[in-house]
């Protein structure tokens, strides 16, 4: 079974926009991650954000996170064509205790991102 | 460098078959994962490794699903008597070191057609 949902489940934007999707969960949680999936160079990790951070950046990218809602959000500024691929959110389960995190991701469905050029 | 490799790239295979999946994680990598990918979802954990140690098998769907690491290294997915849904991509990932905050590198995925 998938826990995350992103939202929405397709985007398409002009180049030079922003980007942003949205991610919901449903358990505890470890950590969430962000990858980006395309036919050229299949999932790659984006970004990690850990359950006591709130916000994180890398390059062109913001992550957000609020606990208290089971939600998270990925901005994309500045968007590119070769930005165009799908999104997912991944999130490691809390097993409760510290450091403690299941094993394997939980993936949500993804976001389509279509960037024209 | 070298990344995560799999092979073969594309299964296709008549339903009853048995199919093997092979996964080349990137070399010294410690943990190894397996996940399955159906179109238009996400990928979904089947199983772990640490070294060649199965620490959870949790994911994977039926008995007919079976994985191995042998040697700490190469692993191998294993189908017996595939079932139409078993058809997806097949996603192996390997990490540096056991933990929680570890990246998963990706390997390019096995599509497995079953007929």
């Known amino acids: 079974s998938q826990q995350g949902e992103e939202d929405p489940q397709a985007l398409s934007i002009q180049e030079g926009e922003n980007a942003t999707m949205n991610c919901s969960y449903k358990?505890?949680?470890?950590?969430l991650q962000w990858y980006r999936q395309n036919s050229g160079r299949g999932l790659v990790h984006l970004i990690l954000?850990?359950?006591?951070?709130r916000e994180k950046h890398s390059g062109r990218l913001r992550v957000t996170l609020d606990t208290s809602k089971k939600s998270s959000s990925l901005l994309i500024t500045a968007s590119r064509a070769a930005d165009t691929a799908s999104y997912f959110c991944?999130?490691?389960?809390?097993?409760?205790?510290?450091?403690?995190?299941?094993?394997?991701?939980?993936f949500g469905k993804g976001t389509h991102l279509i960037i024209q050029p | 460098g070298a990344g995560v490799s799999q092979s073969p790239r594309y299964k296709v295979a008549k339903r009853g078959q048995d199919v093997a999946l092979r996964c080349d994680p990137i070399?010294?990598?410690?943990?190894l994962f397996w996940y399955q990918q159906a179109l238009g979802q996400g990928p979904e954990f089947l199983t772990y490794?640490?070294?060649?140690?199965?620490?959870?098998k949790s994911g994977l769907p039926s008995d007919r699903f079976f994985a191995e690491r042998p040697e700490g290294s190469v692993s191998t997915l294993k189908i017996q008597r595939t079932q139409q849904e078993d058809s997806a991509v097949y996603l192996c990932?390997?990490?540096?070191?056991?933990?929680?905050?570890?990246?998963?590198?990706f390997g390019p995925g096995t599509r497995l057609t079953v007929l």
């Open positions: 991944a999130t490691r389960l809390d097993l409760g205790y510290s450091g403690g995190g299941a094993d394997g991701l939980t």
């Open positions: 358990t505890s949680i470890n950590n």
């Open positions: 954000i850990r359950s006591n951070e």
């Open positions: 070399s010294g990598h410690v943990s």
């Open positions: 490794f640490q070294n060649e140690a199965q620490l959870d």
């Open positions: 990932a390997s990490s540096l070191l056991a933990g929680t905050y570890n990246e998963q590198f």
